[in-house]
């Protein structure tokens, strides 16, 4: 048992790493890494994705999640020294909020840089994302690789 432990152990601990390696996506078909080359969404995904986006129980959800966070992050000090899983995770869902038609993706690094790809339906909202993300503390940067691609109809 006592060989075995350490076994384990080590292997929750690369299992975890390997699991906090996924990007932020807002959607499903939201490219896997922000340097993907985006593909232009149907008409019927994009539809999807707003409709979910834009439900007032989805809204609130999101909202409250980056309300709890920022006041924790506050509380602990911890907006100095944020994880990027956590720095991502914040990004994603402010921009899946105010940007419901996109398919985004988003990296964060331990500097505090942001790197945001996919595709979003309009100029205006290529222009809101790197506003959006640097009003989650802990953003310095924003690296905007998203294009602008109306949905197929």
Not at 16 to 32: F, I, L, M, R, Y
Not at 65 to 80: C, L, P
Not at 87 to 105: D, F, G, M, W, Y
């Amino acid at each position: 048992m006592q060989k075995l432990t350490p076994l384990l152990i080590s292997g929750l601990l690369v299992f975890g790493v390997a699991a906090c390696d996924n990007a932020s996506k807002t959607s499903e078909s939201a490219p896997n890494n922000p340097n993907e080359a985006p593909q232009t969404p149907t008409a019927q995904t994009t539809q999807a994705s707003q409709q979910d986006a834009q439900s007032e129980v989805r809204r609130k959800q999101a909202n409250s999640d980056i309300r709890a966070r920022e006041q924790r992050n506050n509380t602990t000090g911890g907006d100095t020294q944020r994880a990027k899983g956590d720095l991502a995770s914040e990004v994603r869902s402010k921009l899946e909020v105010n940007i419901p038609k996109s398919q985004l993706t988003v990296n964060a690094a331990d500097n505090g840089t942001v790197t945001v790809s996919g595709t979003v339906s309009n100029q205006q909202e290529l222009a809101k994302i790197e506003k959006l993300a640097k009003e989650i503390k802990g953003v310095k940067t924003v690296v905007v690789k998203a294009t602008v691609a109306p949905p197929k109809s």
